[in-house]
């Protein structure tokens, strides 16, 4: 049974940073993505990132966070991160990771939580203004 368990999450000030994890259990070769959902809100894109066997990855972020968030990946551990930088209390939200069965989607598909197949129970984060 394929397991994803986010790490990293917690309370922040305004401009500060986290580093989300996602370890991924019985995966491999599967493009991996972070959504967010915050209370009342419909759950929502973040990033993505492809499977590559080689050291250039394909990424793709959503508008809100572009130039602020990174994510990246560790073949080695099954291991996606999320860098969140500059953060804003409109971030706050739960944060789950999500994969594919597919090592890659078409360019436009990663930002649908429908292309996803398995996901993460999520991890809080909450950024106080």
């Not at 739960?94 to 597919?102: D, E, I, M, N, S």
Request: glycine share 10%; aromatic share 14%; net charge positive.
């Amino acid at each position: 049974q394929v397991h994803l368990v986010e790490s990293g999450g917690g309370l922040v000030q305004a401009g500060g940073s986290l580093r989300l994890s996602c370890a991924a259990s019985r995966l491999s070769n599967n493009a991996m993505g972070w959504f967010r959902q915050a209370p009342g809100k419909e759950r929502e894109f973040v990033a993505a990132i492809n499977w590559s066997a080689g050291a250039i990855y394909s990424t793709y972020y959503a508008d809100s966070v572009k130039g602020r968030f990174t994510i990246s990946r560790f073949n080695a551990k099954n291991t996606v991160y999320l860098q969140m930088n500059s953060l804003k209390a409109e971030d706050t939200a739960v944060y789950l990771c999500a994969a594919t069965r597919a090592p890659n989607l078409s360019s436009g598909s990663y930002y649908y939580r429908s292309e996803y197949d398995y996901w993460g129970q999520g991890t809080q984060v909450t950024v106080s203004s």
